[in-house]
């Protein structure tokens, strides 16, 4: 099993049913996750709350963009957005520099 926190408005979406696609980062500890897997999700950052969820793909990509580009923002429960909103949204999370590191994952999920 797999754990990873999870800030609180992504979490409900989560449960809700509406996010079926989590963005990483592909760095070392994502490389480990495989198709069937178990991510327990904390809620972050009151950590007073989990949820499983069973991983059903696993898609990579060079950039956050091309990411958005390839998957509907309604997976992500982002419908409405802009291109520039999505990234720049993950920008708040995750470094460019990063992003030219590891790349981007693309986690989907069953909860």
Not at 25 to 32: F, I, V
Not at 57 to 69: A, G, I, Q, S, V
Not at 92 to 111: C, N
Request: aromatic residues 12%; glycine residues 6%.
């Amino acid at each position: 099993m797999h754990q990873m926190g999870l800030y609180g408005e992504y979490f409900e979406a989560i449960k809700k049913g509406k996010k079926k696609v989590e963005v990483r980062l592909n760095d070392e500890k994502r490389r480990k996750i495989k198709i069937g897997d178990t991510i327990k999700f904390i809620k972050v950052p009151e950590q007073d709350e989990t949820l499983q969820v069973q991983v059903t793909e696993l898609r990579t990509y060079n950039t956050f963009k091309e990411m958005y580009e390839s998957i509907p923002f309604e997976d992500f429960d982002c419908e409405g957005w802009s291109m520039e909103e999505m990234v720049n949204g993950t920008y708040d999370i995750y470094t460019p520099e990063q992003e030219r590191e590891w790349g981007s994952l693309a986690i989907t999920i069953k909860y």
